[in-house]
C-alpha cells in the first residue's frame, strides 16, 4: 500500500513572479523523498509525489500547503489517495494502481466540492470521517498568514527543536513562535495527524 499525493497551485497564473513559487514547490517535494522518480511538475503548476509511507502522507500535505503558503496570495489544492500500486512507471505519472487512481479522481472533484483538501481510500467511513476532519482544520489553514505558514513549515522541519530554538531560525523569540503556531492551529493540526495515523492503520 502506498499514497499518492496530486496538486496544483492555486490562481498560479495571477502570481507575478512564478520562479519563486516554482522554487518553494521543488524544495518542499525534494524535503520529502530523495527518490526523484517519486515526484514530478508538469502541466505547468500541477504536481504528484509518492509518499510510500502512508502514515506520512497528511503530514506531507501539510508540509507543502506551508511552503507554498510562505508566498503571499498563494494556496495549493491536494488530494491524497491511499491504495495498491500495481505498476511502477520510468516517472510517476506513469505509474498506476488504487493509489493514482484515487488521488487523480479526487483531486478532480477538489474545485467542484470547493475544499482544498481531501482524501480517498477504499474505505467509505473513513474517507467521510477524514474529509470532515479536513474541512474542519482548512478553516485555518487556508487563513494562514505567511509567518504562520512558515512557523508551521519549520515545525515540521525540526519537531525536536524547542520554540526558542525556532525562533533563532528566523530571529523572533520565543513568545513571538508561541504567537505564532498558536495562530496556525499547529498543536490541532498535529492533533489531527496523530487521528490520521490511526484511522489508517485500519486499512
Not at 8 to 20: A, C, F, Q, Y
Not at 26 to 46: Q, V
Not at 80 to 89: A, D, E, F, L, V
Not at 153 to 165: A, G, M, V
Amino acid at each position: 500500500m502506498t499514497s499518492v499525493l496530486t496538486g496544483d497551485i492555486v490562481k498560479s497564473r495571477h502570481h507575478v513572479n512564478p520562479e519563486l513559487w516554482m522554487n518553494s514547490l521543488k524544495l518542499a517535494l525534494s524535503h520529502l523523498t530523495n527518490d526523484k522518480k517519486c515526484w514530478e511538475i508538469y502541466r505547468g503548476d500541477s504536481f504528484q509525489i509518492e509518499i510510500k509511507d502512508i502514515s506520512q502522507s497528511f503530514i506531507a500535505a501539510i508540509y507543502i500547503k506551508a511552503c507554498l503558503k510562505t508566498i503571499k496570495n498563494l494556496d495549493v489544492r491536494l488530494a491524497i489517495g491511499i491504495g495498491n500500486k500495481i505498476y511502477q512507471g520510468e516517472n510517476i505519472t506513469e505509474s498506476n494502481g488504487e493509489a493514482f487512481i484515487y488521488s487523480g479522481e479526487t483531486f478532480e472533484s477538489l474545485k467542484k466540492v470547493k475544499q482544498n483538501l481531501r482524501i480517498k481510500t477504499n474505505n467509505h467511513m473513513i474517507n467521510e470521517e477524514l474529509n470532515l476532519y479536513f474541512k474542519l482544520a482548512l478553516i485555518s489553514m487556508d487563513n494562514w498568514t505567511a509567518n504562520s505558514a512558515e512557523i508551521v513549515k519549520l515545525s515540521i522541519e525540526y519537531p525536536d527543536k524547542l520554540q526558542s530554538e525556532l525562533g533563532q531560525l528566523i530571529n523572533i523569540n520565543q513568545n513571538a513562535v508561541s504567537g505564532r503556531q498558536k495562530r496556525a492551529n499547529l498543536d490541532g493540526i498535529l492533533e489531527l495527524d496523530l487521528m490520521y495515523r490511526h484511522k489508517l492503520s485500519q486499512l
